[in-house]
């Protein structure tokens, strides 16, 4: 781990949103992340985490970690759960040219978060799933 990165180990409940968001956002803001870019960081995050609230346990309550490494060009934002193993990124992609009532559901929140990330990656490690978003900062 870089002297950079922080750490929030949560409940995977959405009652935390709100503390996941305002964890990164402090990060975001220290490093006077452009507004643009903060607002799709916070768009994928919201995406993510809600998503390993609602499914990753479905047995019951689990825990999520964030792990955040944030600079002047870049934001680094890795999601870990030891929740059921599934790879977001294994699906294709909706086809947004169908309307939403031709359209099969779901799928959706993912492919916003890949088209607004500049990568997002997933691996199956040790038993837990490990998402990872990043976001160029530069100027």
Excluded: W
């Excluded at 990568?119 to 160029?136: A, F």
């Amino acid at each position: 781990m870089n002297n950079n990165q922080k750490v929030l180990t949560t409940a995977a409940d959405v009652d935390k949103l709100p503390e996941v968001t305002a964890f990164i956002d402090a990060m975001l803001e220290e490093n006077d992340c452009p507004m643009k870019a903060q607002m799709h960081i916070e768009l994928a995050l919201e995406e993510i985490f809600v998503n390993i609230a609602h499914y990753a346990y479905p047995d019951g309550a689990g825990e999520a970690e964030i792990r955040a490494n944030v600079t002047p060009d870049c934001a680094e934002i890795t999601f870990i759960d030891s929740g059921i193993p599934y790879d977001p990124l294994a699906k294709p992609d909706p086809d947004v040219a169908l309307s939403a009532e031709k359209r099969a559901i779901g799928g959706l929140g993912i492919f916003m978060t890949k088209k607004l990330m500049d990568d997002v990656s997933y691996q199956y490690i040790d038993g837990k799933n490990t998402l990872t978003i990043k976001k160029n900062l530069s100027r």
